[in-house]
């Protein structure tokens, strides 16, 4: 079972900054993908940004350019950058991650809580 604790979010105003933390922690025997979704009232959740363990990255395009997702596979943990934040960001945000159980590949997504990022003048 993984894991997942994540921090960072918050009240900022538009044009502001904000990082996301998420670390996986548990019985695994390797972390494949990460990333981040977000949900806001009323909406779908959609993916923010993800990476793989060989660090490709992809972002939903409304992020691209203000948002950067790294990792540090030492720690299994997930960031992400949030630059010139908007309003239409605000929503909570959900860590995943693809726990390998095994050298072969099989596995899991497990999912953390959420955090709530708002922004707000």
């Known amino acids: 079972q993984v894991h997942l604790a994540e921090s960072g979010g918050g009240l900022v105003q538009p044009g502001g900054s904000l990082r996301l933390s998420c670390a996986a922690s548990?019985?695994?025997?390797?972390?494949?993908?990460m990333g981040w979704y977000r949900q806001a009232p009323g909406k779908q959740r959609e993916l923010v940004a993800s990476?793989?363990?060989?660090?490709?990255?992809k972002y939903a395009d409304s992020v691209k350019g203000r948002f950067t997702i790294s990792r540090d596979n030492a720690k299994n943990t997930v960031y992400l950058q949030m630059n010139s934040l908007k309003p239409e960001d605000t929503a909570a945000y959900y860590c995943?991650?693809?726990?390998?159980?095994?050298?072969?590949?099989?596995?899991?997504?497990?999912w953390g809580q959420g955090i709530q990022v708002t922004v707000s003048s």
């Open positions: 548990g019985t695994f025997f390797s972390i494949g993908d």
């Open positions: 990476v793989t363990s060989t660090t490709d990255t």
């Open positions: 995943y991650c693809y726990a390998r159980l095994g050298s072969l590949g099989h596995g899991y997504t497990d």
